[in-house]
């Protein structure tokens, strides 16, 4: 989770996110902080952000490994759809193997990033995340290619698969209104556009077509 939650941002992790991203309880997450600064994983400033350590990241980009490589298994071999499989993945993540984890890694042909467009950690734990933004600050007349989109509203993956926007996929923004978090957006080059409010176009992450 505190990988997940940093990866994407350089907003400070602190146990008040952690609460409001899990639905857990604040003094729940507290208590999990605590213990886990006390076993080496976290380092926790009094009122302050939550950060891994050295083994903490060690340990995070393992299961982050695991799950993301489950998640393309499921979708790529399963036929799962996108929407489907972080909750699936989230159940069987702890239960695989590293020796089946290794082999779906090898069946797949070692892929670089999952559905999402979500990196996958090598085996030695290297990680490199795609330079994108979010697609909220896209400008009229702009040709991109959608790089990442967070799995974390299972609604609106279904929306832009049926929308036809998924990773890769090119988008060409046209005018919005002034006072509007509204995009328009035309979709490749399908004909027609697609509106995109605030809550779509901040999880859908872009780079430019030509970069």
């Known amino acids: 989770m505190i990988w997940g939650l940093s ?14 991203k899990t639905g857990l309880r604040l003094s729940s997450v507290s208590d999990a902080v605590r213990r886990l600064t006390e076993q080496g994983f976290l380092t926790h400033d009094p009122y302050g952000a939550v950060e891994l350590t050295d083994c903490g990241r060690t340990h995070a ?52 990033r ?24 896209a400008t009229p007349g702009e040709t991109l290619t959608v790089e990442r ?3 974390e509203d299972p609604s609106l993956l279904q929306f832009l ?15 919005t209104a002034p006072f509007s978090d509204t995009v328009e957006v035309q979709v490749d080059d399908l004909p027609g556009t697609v509106s995109l409010g605030g809550q779509a176009t901040d999880r859908i992450y872009v780079s430019h077509a030509d970069s």
């Open 161 to 175: 698969a049926e929308k036809r926007i998924t990773v890769g996929t090119v988008l060409h923004v046209g005018d």
């Open 7 to 20: 990866e994407w941002s350089t907003d400070p992790v602190t146990p008040t996110l952690i609460a409001r």
């Open 114 to 137: 999952d559905p999402h467009g979500d990196p996958i950690p090598d085996t030695r734990g290297t990680v490199e995340i795609p330079r994108a933004a979010r697609l909220t600050g």
């Open 149 to 151: 989109i967070s799995d």
């Open 61 to 112: 980009l393992e299961m982050v490994r695991r799950h993301r490589l489950i998640e393309t298994f499921l979708v790529e071999v399963l036929d799962c759809t996108w929407d489907q499989v972080h909750n699936e993945a989230e159940n069987l993540e702890h239960a695989v193997s590293d020796f089946l984890v290794d082999k779906i890694d090898r069946y797949l042909g070692s892929p670089t």
